[in-house]
């Protein structure tokens, strides 16, 4: 799609950036950027030793133990009928990430087959309840899936590995990250300048540094592509442009979307955050203030586009300097340019009050708008696994 890199050169990324999940069974993969990939020929890494194949039989009941089972309603005997759809799944997923689907350690085979596909599993029962409700003659527009999540917590090599078992399974998929909304850097410093002080609103990230008019056409114009031939470009951001500030890139670079789409994968760390009463945010950050009354603008601008939602649910929100700590180190260990520990600690501190301040009531009542039947959440634990909520 849009960004010319091969899938060696995306895994190599991820394995710079902590995916120890790939390497070594703990973790996610950390895909900082990664929204788009060139879809062509994939293959399966085989080791130099002999592989353990599993048996039908073993992974069944590995299936079968799942957390998230019970969550998107799927029995034992449903797994049992359709034990050949999740077989398929787990080699598409096994090519992508190139495992050998017959030698995964037991952590990769709990990220696809107790994660990924029960996900997928419910993602495609929504697209059949969206679709349901429309008439054969109708124009039916692809449905919005809304994935919230906080940095670091796996969500875009999530949304990597949903769209990807979309397009192998026939239907037309796109991918749109809140980072694609971010002003221009002309824009941010303007930002900037009438918000002297704040370091919340410094550097892009919070509410207040987005380009709402810009989210609502491109979100209204991807629910438009319901005919062959219907294309747009949706945006994208570069984060390393400025010395890393950031910038809109350049249009010629955006990927082209084609219709009829089927399902929108829209994520983010803030989506579906409220705006809360003014001393609620003042007495966590009173620089807060400014971007809670700048939240009051996004329900109309992103999440009353959402059908369906998706909560990636964490217990401390200091998990997220530790996932974004293990990056970086494992990005300077690779060689590769690297935030210092104190450049890390300033740039998590810049999004904590709003975590500290949103994510309660995200977690209480569901995102902004959203409907209890159409929501799943999905606690992780400190190594980005589901884990059955307590």
Known sequence: MAENRTLNHIVTEQQGSGSSWLQHGFNSVNTAGINEYRRGPLYSVFPTKPAEVSSVQDLFEFICSGPLLEKIGVTSEMVAENIDKWLLYGRLLAQLFQLNELYLTVPQK??????????????????????????????????????????????????????????????KSATISIDDFYLTAEGQAKLREANPGNALLEFRGNAGSHDLPLSV?????????????????????DKSAFSGRGDRADPSTWPEVEGPLTVVLFEGWMLGFKPLPKEIVKAVDPQLETVNKNLEGY??????????????????PSCVYQWRLQAEIAMREAGK??????????????????????????????????????????????GRNPILAA
């Not at 056409?217 to 951001?237: N, Q």
């Not at 300033?346 to 159409?374: H, I, M, Q």
């Open 110 to 171: 709990a990220r696809i087959y107790h994660y990924y596909i029960p996900v997928f599993l419910w993602c495609e029962d929504q697209i059949k309840q969206h679709r349901s409700t429309f008439k054969n003659e109708e124009d039916i527009p692809p449905l919005v899936i809304g994935f919230s999540a906080p940095q670091g917590c796996g969500k875009t090599t999530l949304v990597f590995a949903l769209d990807y078992l979309f397009q192998k399974t026939g239907r």
């Open 299 to 316: 329900y109309d601008a992103w999440d009353k586009f959402i059908k369906s939602w998706i909560v990636i649910k964490i217990k401390d």
């Open 337 to 382: 340019p690297g935030m210092s520990d104190d450049e890390v600690r300033d740039f998590v501190s810049r999004y904590l009050p709003a975590y500290n301040a949103y994510l309660p009531t995200l977690y209480l009542e569901g995102p902004n708008g959203s409907d209890p039947k159409r929501l799943l959440t999905i606690e992780i634990d400190e």
């Open 217 to 237: 056409e491109t979100l209204t114009a991807l629910s438009k592509l319901t005919r062959e031939g219907m294309k747009i470009k949706p945006p994208r951001y």
